[in-house]
């Protein structure tokens, strides 16, 4: 997820998407499990860089889990 991450601040940069607009696009281009977990959580995140931090978190917990 976080090469994911990279390619897509790198696409957004010039696309003229904004907040709500930005963590849509998001959304639909990341991991469906990971996408329906962090909309799950009670706290809904509201910024693109809350989104880029959680999904790295939990990222990181399914490959530790699964191991």
């Known amino acids: 997820m976080e090469k994911f991450i990279q390619m897509f601040r790198k696409g957004t940069r010039s696309s003229g998407y904004r907040k709500q607009a930005l963590i849509e696009e998001f959304k639909r281009g990341m991991d469906r499990r990971i996408?329906?977990?962090?909309?799950?959580?009670?706290c809904p995140l509201k910024s693109i860089n809350q989104w880029y931090k959680r999904?790295?978190?939990?990222?990181?917990?399914?490959?530790?889990?699964r191991k």
Do not use: H
């Not at 996408?35 to 009670?42: G, N, P, Q, T």
């Open 35 to 42: 996408r329906k977990r962090l909309m799950e959580v009670e």
């Open 55 to 65: 999904i790295i978190r939990l990222d990181r917990n399914c490959r530790k889990s």
